[in-house]
């Protein structure tokens, strides 16, 4: 694989000239394509067009936009010259920006839109060293007016295009030069981190951080040249980004959507995708709303649905037990496994293979015609959603990483996946599973996981006190996450280290297999569990409001007032009862991981206030957050 990015784009549109690159909307709601060649010429222009307005190698440059074929030609043309993006959504408050763009020294800054130029504007006198911007989508006269009288200069995206066109001109081949310059140790970015664990931190990636990746990841995703890959997650994070580096060392093209519900589905059966790179929380959403859409059918097609979904599961299990497509921990688990599976897989075969005809071929028809792999990142996926789709056809693997490593970790192979893991290592890393002692310890045995390899990161930008207590001298990555590797070196996670909850008697729980699990209930949307020093643990817990509602209007329930509806006897008799079926000891959950107590909740977590970028919730916000509720529930 090449030393950098850029010159990635340049062997791939030069081998793949007239392939498409990327496809982006137009207002008539069409596709358009860049193709391969017109993406790097683009890119070159670019980057000549930073030249020309003073912009030099090792430079720090801002990104502050969301997905949109510019966010990518510009954070290419960025790398062309040696410099580094410092990427964020459009989701960030103003502050946020404020003190990404200046705590990492940025002299110039590309915005996509007026609402992030006057987040700039906001926090002006914070931006000593802030000098240019240059915007995607035009502004209005007035606001650039106000621009120019704070000190800035303004440039639109067309034209520094324009100008990077006559710097060529006049200054053939320097461009070239600057991209072939390039080395593999180089800055390419300064991600911040989304702030699950706090303090935003400014994690330096280089360039062979991504690109040792890409080889590994190319034979597990299998992608082709000409393929299309749908781009829903926010590009700035590292998750998003690899992806889109395997699309193009894949010579595949990227197709820009939205995680809309209705925008997805149109836009995965107008472009037929191959590839869905997602986050878990948005396979939950195709997850519900087929369950969702089936219930209203109601009648014979539910019943046919609820039938064939329940035996394609027993099936799947079964099949995975004569397959060895689970995580196994022993060698007598190795040899029991295929006994116990044989029988059922073999009597369930032909319901499974009719359930495929009559149920799940329309279910995998609402991917598109051509689509052969999601892959699922920046969570956990829920292990009731991995099933289904398993069981259904629809092949979704998992991967783990951290924007420390790039993201990549681990994650399986789509040719031949292993169900309830994350996979093995990728090859350009090696994973420890350590004890309280940093004593590595044997299969199936929990302890923290360590990465160390060529994807881990430079270190925090200005932080090397922070550095150093998550990389020993030795040069192990310490992620935080708790989890074990089965006997073939397939990792599987059991939380995070500072999610931990620890009661008054010592128990240590971790909170997310709870929260998955109570999230299974179809009157559930997310949930939280509490009880840091607590004597038992609580949850706050957001309701499916269709799913409520559609249970109260069939139990005759007044629901003109929701938030009277929330406060209904019954209503709370009906979450108890869910959240007792599903935290209970046959679910393997012990006495004191059950809810003691629960608050419904009427409005969903929203991305920055409960949820980090990756829809992952900020489990220190919660109690600051609902002060009130924690209260409430622990008095």
């Not at 074929?69 to 989701?91: H, N, T, Y």
């Not at 829903?232 to 939205?258: D, M, N």
Request: with cysteine; charged share 20%; aromatic share 8%.
């Amino acid at each position: 694989m090449e030393q950098t990015i850029p010159k990635l784009l340049r062997r791939i549109a030069s081998e793949h000239p007239d392939l498409p690159a990327q496809y982006s909307k137009e207002p008539s709601g069409e596709f358009s394509p860049v193709l391969y060649k017109e993406l790097y010429s683009t890119v070159l222009d670019f980057a000549a067009g930073l030249l020309a307005i003073g912009n030099a190698r090792a430079d720090h440059i801002g990104l502050i936009a969301d997905n949109r074929k510019e966010w990518f030609q510009s954070s290419l043309g960025i790398m062309a010259i040696g410099a580094a993006d410092v990427p964020r959504g459009c989701d960030a408050n103003a502050k946020d920006i404020a003190y990404i763009l200046s705590f990492s020294e940025c002299k110039t800054a590309i915005l996509e839109n007026d609402a992030q130029i006057r987040k700039v504007l906001e926090h002006r006198e914070t931006l000593s060293l802030l000098k240019t911007l240059i915007v995607f989508d035009a502004p209005d006269q007035a606001l650039s007016a106000e621009v120019s009288a704070a000190g800035y200069t303004l440039f639109g995206y067309t034209e520094i295009l324009e100008k990077g066109r006559a710097f060529r001109a006049a200054q053939a081949g320097r461009v070239e030069q600057e991209l072939e310059s390039g080395t593999g140790s180089e800055l390419a970015t300064i991600i911040f981190t989304s702030g699950t664990t706090g303090e935003p931190k400014g994690v330096m990636l280089s360039h062979t951080n991504f690109t040792c990746q890409l080889d590994d990841l190319l034979t597990r995703l299998v992608l082709h040249p000409g393929d299309r890959a749908l781009s829903v997650l926010p590009v700035w994070h590292s998750f998003e980004r690899t992806c889109e580096y395997v699309i193009l060392a894949g010579a595949t093209a990227i197709v820009y959507s939205k995680p809309v519900g209705s925008i997805l589905l149109a836009d995965l059966a107008k472009m037929n995708p191959h590839l869905l790179p997602s986050v878990p929380r948005i396979w939950e959403s195709v997850y519900d709303g087929i369950f969702r859409a089936m219930r209203k059918k109601g009648g014979v097609s539910w019943v046919l649905f609820s039938f064939f979904v329940s035996v394609s599961i027993i099936h799947a299990r079964a099949a995975r037990s004569v397959l060895l497509n689970g995580p196994i921990t022993s060698v007598r688990q190795m040899i029991l496994s295929p006994i116990f599976g044989f029988i059922p897989f073999i009597l369930l075969f032909p319901l499974k293979a009719l359930g495929g005809l009559l149920v799940f071929k329309k279910i995998r028809a609402k991917l598109g015609t051509s689509f052969r792999v999601g892959v699922s990142g920046g969570g956990a996926l829920p292990p009731n959603v991995d099933e289904f789709f398993w069981a259904v056809g629809v092949n979704v693997i998992e991967g783990y990483g951290l924007t420390e490593t790039a993201p990549v970790v681990a994650v399986r192979n789509s040719l031949k996946p292993v169900f309830g893991t994350i996979g093995t290592t990728i090859d350009c890393c090696e994973v420890r599973i350590v004890d309280e002692q940093r004593q590595e310890v044997g299969p199936g045995v929990k302890g923290t996981v360590l990465v160390k390899g060529s994807n881990v990161m430079q270190g925090y930008y200005r932080k090397p006190d922070l550095t150093a207590k998550v990389i020993g001298p030795d040069g192990w990555f310490d992620t935080g996450d708790l989890g074990f590797k089965t006997l073939r070196g397939e990792i599987v996670l059991r939380g995070r280290k500072k999610d931990t909850i620890v009661l008054r008697g010592g128990e240590n729980i971790e909170p997310v297999p709870i929260e998955m699990k109570i999230n299974e209930s179809r009157y559930v949307s997310q949930s939280v569990v509490l009880g840091q020093d607590q004597r038992y643990l609580a949850a706050l817990v957001v309701v499916n409001k269709d799913e409520l509602v559609a249970w109260a209007q069939e139990n005759s329930i007044d629901t003109a007032d929701f938030n009277v509806l929330l406060d209904n006897p019954l209503v709370r008799k009906l979450y108890e009862a869910e959240i007792a079926e599903l935290v209970s000891q046959k679910n393997g959950f012990r006495l004191f991981e059950r809810i003691n107590k629960f608050i419904l909740l009427g409005k969903p977590f929203e991305v920055g206030v409960e949820l980090s970028a990756k829809q992952e919730i900020m489990h220190y916000r919660m109690e600051d957050l609902y002060r009130k509720e924690v209260t409430q529930l622990f008095s």
